[in-house]
Structures are given as structure tokens and as C-alpha cells.
């Protein structure tokens, strides 16, 4: 996949965690998007390196997703824990 597409994947992923742990996040839709992106990233690095499933070429493989949400929910919740929840 091209930048192009992780970007998109990323996007997407930001959005499906946000859906996931709802909640006003500092930093807002943008800072929820570039975490959705980082996330995608993270997530295949992770999955290539400790999970030994590299990342495949293919947009819709069922296991790039899975990875991309899972590390876009893994950032969702480290930024939480360190800035903070603005429901307060």
C-alpha cells in the first residue's frame, strides 16, 4: 500500500475507534484524526513485528484493518491517559 492509502486507512481507523470510545477528546476531530493515522502506522508495525503478520499489499485485507483500529484505540487511550478527558 502507498502513503496514500495508509493515510486513508488511517482516517478511517480514527473514525471507527472514536465510534468505539466515544467521548470529547482534546485536541478534537483533528487530533483524533492524526491519531487515527499515527494508529495505522503503529498498528502494522506492531502486527509485522511482534504478531508475525506483515502488512499485505491489498486495501481491504480483513487483518490491516484489524490492526490499523487496534492501534488507533491503543493511541486513543494513551492520549486520554495523558491529557486527559475533557467529559470532565
Known amino acids: 500500500m502507498g502513503i496514500i492509502s495508509w493515510i486513508i486507512l488511517g ?8 465510534i468505539l470510545l466515544p467521548g470529547r477528546d482534546p485536541g ?6 492524526v ?5 495505522a502506522f503503529v498498528g502494522g508495525w506492531l502486527s ?8 499485505q499489499k491489498q486495501f481491504f ?9 487496534a492501534g488507533s484505540l491503543v493511541l486513543l487511550v494513551g ?5 486527559g478527558n475533557s467529559r470532565d
Open 48 to 55: 509485522a513485528h511482534f504478531l508475525d503478520r506483515p502488512v
Open 35 to 39: 491519531i487515527g493515522i499515527a494508529g
Open 11 to 18: 482516517l478511517i481507523a480514527g473514525a471507527i475507534a472514536k
Open 61 to 69: 485485507d480483513l487483518y490491516t484493518w484489524g490492526a490499523a483500529v
Open 79 to 83: 492520549y486520554r491517559v495523558l491529557f
Open 28 to 33: 478534537g476531530v483533528i487530533g483524533t484524526t
